[in-house]
């Protein structure tokens, strides 16, 4: 049996400007994290003729019949292993729908299980665009690349994102004491709402390939904050980069209405009133994590823990999608 493991990811300054409406006029560049919360794919050989698969439903799929769930049909197909004799199990430490990139994490470790199984290595650029290509090209998703490119390399890393459609990926670059201190002042709640972030990304997208105005300045504004927490980051002003989250989260508020509600605005005042220095909706919005940063961690948790929010603790990710057991 193979298992692979896929790392989630949370952005830490320039989300969105991976879209392709947006990088290929403009150039993007964001910083991404990836944590060691995973989404788990194992693949083995079976004696039934046919193709089991299980993920949030259970298909078994006879010869000739069509894969129901897009990604894997078309992982299939990409990486050109039969599904015949195969069975292919989906598992998460975190539900879809959370904001942390679980579909890039998932098609990154489904078509490493696959090379696997074909007994590939394949570099993680390799794997990334592989992932990109399906999610973007193939299925018409409304969805950048920096859910893929975070799960297949690990690590906090910078993402350029060029005219062309090609990534450059550097490493951040924090002393250890930095990133010790921002790993553990980084306080991580989820609101109790999964949701899609497809209608929110279509009408970024839709907006920006129309040249909407007002859209366009919010992300050129939105690469500009990624760029200036890039610095602070690295520079160890750790009070600035929250700082910075705070005014992404108030940009990101204007830009559009689904973004947020009553009950995450009630929620993200609590913890500016209790020690946050600055925080974010991890993802497109709608619901999902809130992200803060404080420097008073113990006040912020009591607070948090009043309004019912459950706190996910984490640890930063530097191996990527990795191959587990095979």
Same mark, same amino acid.
């Given at each position: 049996?193979?298992?692979?493991?896929?790392?989630?990811?949370?952005?830490?300054?320039?989300?969105?400007?991976?879209?392709?409406?947006?990088?290929?006029?403009?150039?993007?560049?964001?910083?991404?994290?990836?944590?060691?919360?995973?989404?788990?794919?194992?693949?083995?050989?079976?004696?039934?003729?046919?193709?089991?698969?299980?993920? %949030?439903?259970?298909?078994?799929?006879?010869?000739? =019949?069509?894969?129901?769930?897009?990604?894997?049909?078309?992982?299939?197909? @990409?990486?050109?292993?039969?599904?015949?004799?195969?069975?292919?199990?989906?598992?998460? *430490?975190?539900?879809?729908?959370?904001?942390?990139?679980?579909?890039?994490?998932?098609?990154?470790?489904?078509?490493?299980?696959?090379?696997?199984?074909?007994?590939?290595?394949?570099?993680?650029?390799?794997?990334?665009?592989?992932?990109?290509?399906?999610?973007?090209?193939? @299925?018409?998703?409304?969805?950048?690349?920096?859910?893929?490119?975070?799960?297949?390399?690990?690590?906090?890393?910078?993402?350029?994102?060029?005219?062309?459609?090609?990534?450059?990926?550097?490493?951040?670059?924090?002393?250890?004491?930095?990133?010790?201190?921002?790993?553990?002042?980084?306080?991580?709640?989820? !609101?109790?709402?999964?949701?899609?972030?497809?209608?929110?990304?279509?009408?970024?997208?839709?907006?920006?390939?129309?040249?909407?105005?007002?859209?366009? =300045?919010?992300?050129?504004?939105?690469? *500009?904050?990624?760029?200036?927490?890039?610095?602070?980051? =690295? %520079?160890? $002003?750790?009070?600035?980069?929250?700082?910075?989250?705070? =005014?992404?989260?108030?940009?990101?508020?204007?830009?559009?209405?689904?973004?947020?509600?009553?009950? #995450?605005?009630?929620?993200?005042?609590?913890?500016?009133?209790?020690?946050? #220095?600055?925080?974010?909706?991890?993802?497109?919005?709608?619901?999902?994590?809130?992200?803060?940063?404080?420097? $008073?961690? !113990?006040?912020?948790?009591?607070?948090?823990?009043?309004?019912?929010?459950?706190?996910?603790?984490?640890?930063?990710?530097?191996?990527? !999608?990795?191959?587990?057991?095979?």
């Amino acid at each position: 049996m193979i298992i692979v493991r896929s790392p989630l990811r949370i952005s830490l300054g320039g989300g969105g400007t991976d879209l392709p409406s947006y990088y290929r006029w403009h150039e993007g560049f964001l910083i991404a994290a990836a944590i060691d919360k995973y989404v788990y794919i194992t693949a083995q050989r079976t004696f039934r003729d046919d193709c089991l698969l299980r993920y %949030s439903q259970i298909e078994r799929v006879s010869p000739g =019949e069509d894969i129901q769930h897009p990604i894997i049909r078309e992982a299939f197909k @990409l990486v050109g292993v039969e599904p015949r004799f195969t069975e292919i199990t989906s598992m998460a *430490d975190i539900p879809a729908g959370a904001g942390l990139g679980s579909s890039g994490s998932f098609t990154t470790a489904l078509l490493m299980a696959l090379h696997a199984l074909n007994h590939r290595f394949i570099h993680p650029r390799d794997l990334a665009e592989q992932a990109c290509h399906i999610e973007i090209e193939k @299925l018409g998703e409304p969805v950048g690349k920096q859910d893929q490119y975070i799960a297949a390399f690990g690590g906090i890393t910078c993402f350029s994102f060029r005219r062309d459609g090609s990534v450059e990926a550097e490493p951040l670059g924090l002393s250890e004491e930095i990133r010790t201190s921002l790993e553990d002042n980084l306080l991580l709640f989820f !609101t109790g709402f999964s949701r899609s972030a497809s209608d929110i990304l279509r009408d970024q997208d839709k907006r920006t390939k129309t040249n909407d105005s007002a859209m366009i =300045e919010s992300m050129h504004c939105v690469k *500009d904050i990624g760029l200036r927490s890039k610095g602070a980051l =690295e %520079s160890g $002003d750790l009070t600035a980069f929250g700082r910075l989250m705070h =005014e992404h989260w108030a940009n990101k508020r204007k830009r559009s209405g689904g973004m947020t509600n009553e009950k #995450i605005d009630a929620w993200y005042d609590v913890a500016m009133a209790n020690g946050a #220095i600055g925080g974010k909706l991890i993802g497109a919005g709608g619901g999902g994590f809130l992200m803060f940063y404080t420097e $008073d961690k !113990t006040r912020l948790r009591q607070a948090m823990r009043t309004t019912g929010l459950m706190e996910v603790r984490f640890h930063f990710d530097f191996e990527g !999608t990795k191959v587990l057991s095979k």
